[in-house]
Every structure is written in C-alpha cells, then in structure tokens.
C-alpha cells in the first residue's frame, strides 16, 4: 500500500484544476487535510467539494501568488485553519509561448512573476511554519524543458529553470530544519494547459515517448504524494523527471 499522509497538512498552490487539483485529491485520499489556493474560485470551490465527497478534508483560499501579501495571509490561513502546516506544493503555473523574436517584455514578465516569483513568494510566506513541522516538505513543479531547453519557450523555461536551480538550493539551506524540497518535471501531460498545443505537435510528442502516451495528472499527483512521504524521508534536492522517458 502507498505511504500514507495521514493528518500532514498540504498547501497546494494552482489545485483548482489540472494537476494541481490531482494533486490536492490523492493527498485528501491518503489522509492529509488540504488547502486549494488557486485564482480560479469557482473552479477551487468544486475541486474542494469533490474532495469532501469522497470523506476528505479541503478548504479553497483564493490567492494570486504574484501578491506577496496574500502569500502571507495564505500561510497564515493555512495554519489557523489546521493548526500546522506540513507541505507545499508549488504548482501554479502558467504559459505564454512565443519565439524569442515575437516575445514581448509583458510576456517574459507575466510567466515568471507566476512560475518563479509565485514559487518564491509563497514559499518564504510558508517558511516559518514548514520549520515547525517535523516532515516538512517542500516541492515544486519545474518541467523537462527547464532541464532541456524548448522552442518558443524562452519565459517558460527560464521560469522552470529557476525552479530547478531553487529546489537545490533550498535544499542546502533547510535540510537542517528537517525539511526536504524537490521538484517534479512532468513531461507533457493531458491538462488545459496543453490544449493549445497543436495535435500534430501532441501526436509527434506521443511518438517520441518510449511509453508510447501523454502523461496524465494523476501520474504526477503520485510522483509528489512519494515525495511527500516518509518513503521519501532522505530524497531532497532531485529534480524527478515524470516524462514517459521522452527525454533520455
Ligand atoms: P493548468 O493550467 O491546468 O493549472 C494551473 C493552475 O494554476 C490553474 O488552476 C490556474 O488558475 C492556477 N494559477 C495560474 N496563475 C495563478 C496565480 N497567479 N496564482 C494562483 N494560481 C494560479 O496547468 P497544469 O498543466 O495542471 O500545470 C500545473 C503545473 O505543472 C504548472 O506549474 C506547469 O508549469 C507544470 N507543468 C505542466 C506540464 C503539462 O504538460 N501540463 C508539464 C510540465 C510542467
């Protein structure tokens, strides 16, 4: 049986949808108390209900991580609503693609005030109660193309670079506060965020994948729920790729 997470409360930003929401469900499954924060409140509000359907705990803060303040008033939410907070999951995310050429300033600035700043923002607003846990567990969404590069990705994949190179260093930093901190790099995965990649694009990507399929969230809700575990106590600092072996 997978470890369970039994009374760990989880922050998960980006939970309203996709693999956020996954995320948040699996972790309500194996026993922790969540908390969805996500911009998208009708979205959160049912991804909460969903949980508390199936006998788990959630609860839906609406917080926009660029905003360092609701970052903070978030982490405190969080502990005044369970009285600890044990994990983070960093997963808000978004895109805007475009060649180096066609990329405007706005566009680079938007992706990583979200995906980098957003990861920074809420993760030292948590900081302080991650310290008072004895399994605290920091973990963060990068990519494969923060590892590889990608075309028309030059916001993206300095974003998720900086994660990366985030994660490691935050590893070094609190590891003697017993907290671990990793990253997840999903491959392609069914979620809206690739709706707009074109299906040719989709079908190739699918052809280069050893397991011969896109991912799906649920493939990397359990990559995190490990991470997130006690089987995962001496494991920080990695970067666990969960591609389908699309990059090898
Ligand atoms: P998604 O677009 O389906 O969901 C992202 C969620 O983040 C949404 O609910 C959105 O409302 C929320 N969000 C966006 N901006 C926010 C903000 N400022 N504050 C709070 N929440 C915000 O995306 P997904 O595919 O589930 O991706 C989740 C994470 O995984 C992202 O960090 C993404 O970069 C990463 N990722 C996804 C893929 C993929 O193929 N889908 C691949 C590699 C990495």
Request: aromatic share 6%.
């Amino acid at each position: 049986m997978a470890a369970p997470l039994t009374d760990r409360v989880a922050l998960i930003t980006g939970g309203s949808q996709g693999i956020g929401r996954a995320t948040a469900a699996l972790f309500a499954q194996r026993g922790a108390r969540v908390i969805i924060a996500d911009v998208n409140e009708a979205a959160g509000a049912a991804a909460v209900q969903a949980i508390e359907d199936n006998g788990g705990t959630a609860q839906f803060v609406p917080t926009d991580v660029t905003d360092r303040a609701a970052t903070e008033a978030l982490a405190e939410a969080a502990q005044a609503a369970y009285g600890a907070l044990d994990i983070l999951v960093n997963n808000a995310g978004i895109t805007r693609d475009a060649t180096l050429a066609k990329m405007d300033g706005d566009a680079f600035d938007a992706v990583v005030d979200v995906n980098l700043k957003g990861v920074f923002n809420t993760t030292k607003a948590a900081l302080p109660y991650l310290q008072g846990s004895a399994h605290g567990r920091i973990l963060n969404a990068a990519s494969v193309v923060g590892l590889y590069g990608n075309f028309g990705q030059t916001n993206y994949v300095a974003s998720k670079s900086g994660v990366i190179g985030m994660t490691k260093t935050w590893a070094r930093e609190l590891g003697r506060d017993g907290i671990t901190v990793n990253a997840v790099a999903p491959g392609f995965i069914e979620t809206p965020m690739v709706e707009t990649v074109p299906d040719k694009v989709m079908d190739r990507l699918v052809k280069q994948t050893p397991l011969g399929r896109l991912g799906r969230a649920d493939d990397i809700a359990r990559a995190y729920a490990f991470l997130a575990s006690d089987d995962a106590a001496f494991i920080t600092g990695a970067v666990l790729s969960v591609d389908g072996g699309l990059v090898l």
